[in-house]
C-alpha cells in the first residue's frame, strides 16, 4: 500500500544484485511509494544479476559503477541528478564484499592485500560516496543517506571475518561523516545494523545457516526479514525520521537486547 512517503524524492539505490537483495525490496517499495531513482551496481555484479528487470519494473536508469572510483562515482551523482531532474534526497549504500570469506581464508591466515581490498569496497565506498556528493554539491538539504550493517561490528561472529572490521569502519565513518553533512546540508547519515538475511550475499558466509537460526531463536520478534528492512529504510528516507542522524539503527527482532531467551533454552536443554 502507498501513503506516498516518498513522493517528489529523488534517489540513487545500490547493490540490488536479485529479488533476494535487501537493495532490490528497497527500489520496489520506493517506487510504491512515489519515488524516482537510479540503479547502480560494479559492472561485474550487474553481470551475474537481474538488474536490468528492476530497472523496467520501477522505471529507473541503471548507472553502472565501481563504487571505489571517484570518477566513477562522479558520473553516477552527476548522471543521477541530470536524469532525475535535480539534486538527490536519499542514498542507500547496499554494498559488502570480502575476498578472504569468499575464498574461505581462515582469520588467522588473511591476505592482506584481500583486507584491504575487503575495507575498500565494503565501508571506504560509503565515504567515497559522501565525499562525492559533497563536492559536487548533489545532495537536497534534509536528505537522508543510509548504509546497511550487521551486529559483527560490535560482537565476534566466528567466519564473519575481516567483513566485521569493515563493519566496524561503515558505522564509524557514518558518525564522522553525519556530524559533518548535518552541520553543513542538513543532511542525515545513519546505518541500519539489519539481522542476518537470506540474501545472496549473506548466504556465502560459511555457516550462515547457523548464524540465521541462532539469531532467529534469540530474537523475540524472530529475524528481520528483507522486505522489513526495506520499510524501515524508506521510514529513513522520508520526512517523518528528519532528526535522526550519526545512529547505528538496530533491525533485528529484539537479538541486540536479548541475553538468552526461552527458544535457546529449550534448544540447548534438549540437546
Known amino acids: 500500500m502507498s501513503n506516498n512517503l516518498l513522493k517528489g524524492k529523488r534517489g540513487i ?13 528497497v527500489a520496489e517499495k520506493a517506487h510504491e511509494q512515489g ?8 559492472p561485474i555484479a550487474m553481470r551475474m544479476g537481474e538488474i536490468n528487470k528492476l530497472g523496467e519494473q520501477c522505471n529507473a536508469e541503471i548507472i553502472p559503477a565501481d ?13 543521477s541528478s541530470e536524469t532525475l531532474g535535480g539534486k538527490i534526497d536519499f542514498v542507500l549504500h547496499s554494498i559488502g564484499m570480502s575476498p578472504n570469506v569468499r575464498k574461505g581464508k581462515d582469520y ?5 592485500d584481500w583486507f584491504q581490498k575487503t575495507l575498500d569496497v565494503s565501508a571506504l565506498s560509503f565515504h567515497k560516496m559522501m565525499q562525492t556528493a559533497e563536492k559536487l554539491d548533489a545532495m537536497n538539504e534534509w536528505g537522508s543517506i543510509l548504509g546497511l550493517s550487521y551486529i559483527a561490528a560490535q560482537r565476534t ?3 564473519y571475518s575481516d567483513m566485521a572490521q569493515a563493519k566496524a569502519l561503515l558505522e564509524s565513518i557514518a558518525r564522522s561523516y553525519g556530524y559533518r553533512m548535518g552541520k553543513d ?9 539489519q539481522s542476518p ?16 537460526n541462532y539469531a532467529d531463536k534469540m530474537s523475540p520478534l524472530g529475524n528481520a526479514s528483507a522486505e522489513s528492512c526495506a520499510d524501515y529504510c ?11 542522524t550519526m545512529q547505528n539503527l538496530m533491525h533485528d527482532g529484539g537479538f541486540s537486547s536479548s541475553g538468552i531467551t526461552e527458544s535457546m533454552v529449550e534448544e540447548l536443554t534438549n540437546k
Open 108 to 112: 588467522g591466515d588473511l591476505n592482506y
Open 197 to 212: 538475511t537470506m540474501t545472496t550475499a549473506g548466504s556465502g558466509v560459511p555457516g550462515f545457516d547457523v548464524f540465521f
Open 67 to 79: 563504487a571505489t572510483s571517484m570518477e566513477d562515482l562522479e558520473n553516477l551523482f552527476n548522471k
Open 185 to 193: 546540508k542538513k543532511v542525515r547519515v545513519n546505518t541500519i545494523s
Open 35 to 42: 519515488a524516482v531513482f537510479t540503479l547502480t551496481n560494479a
Open 234 to 244: 524508506i521510514t529513513m528516507f522520508s520526512d517523518l525520521t528528519r532528526m535522526v
Open 157 to 159: 561472529f566466528p567466519d
Open 13 to 25: 539505490i545500490s547493490g540490488a544484485l536479485d529479488q533476494n537483495s535487501i537493495a532490490w525490496k
